[in-house]
């Protein structure tokens, strides 16, 4: 199994540009969850999806973010326009979900730079 | 609400000495407990979990868990520390009782950073 995978692994770009990070969750896995992690807030859920569909989003920080899943392979993150405080590390975890508590499984993470 | 505490932002052991990090949760009704390892710049391991089976719970690399309700705790540990065991470890609650379909929330403790003396 090829895990979650995340690209790119490093983003470094101007305050005011587009940045999407893409993931692509475990084969079968029907939950897909976006983090981001930094030295002052530790881990934040930002986002999670079950069969695709958005079912909380309160931890986007605003508007400037957005996420979308447009198939049980794929979801994306974007920030725009992008801002320095937005640099962190942002991991995607996909789990089986359902009724019962499963275990995410992590990517590596993409980590982003915002100058 | 749950909540997780870890008791100590950092550890530091010689190598081949037992390894403890403490972790207590607040959880309003049947928790599942994780701990998950995080190496440097790299993803989130699981290492083990509790879901209502045994309170002992052994992981992968000799660690192991135990939960006790009545001190609402489920400290990790190791009997012999390895040098390749330093990394930040992270303990998580996720409550059964909002573990329902459509919420799978987890709870996320700060981190202890494991440092191991040669």
Redesign the interface.
Known sequence: DAG?IQSPRHEVTEMGQEVTLRCKPISGHN?LFWYRQTMMR??E?LI?F?NNVP??DSGMPEDRFSAKMPNASFSTLKIQPSEPRDSAVY?C?S?L?????????????TRLTVT | AQSVTQLDSHVSVSEGTPVLLRCNYSSSYSPSLFWYVQHPNKGLQLLLKYTSAATLVKGINGFEAEFKKSETSFHLTKPSAHMSDAAEYFCVVSDLALSNFGNEKLTFGTGTRLTIIP
């Open positions: 979650v939950s530790g881990l859920l999670y079950n079912i909380d991991f975890a789990s979900g359902g009724p019962k508590t499963y275990e995410q499984y992590f990517g590596p993470g």
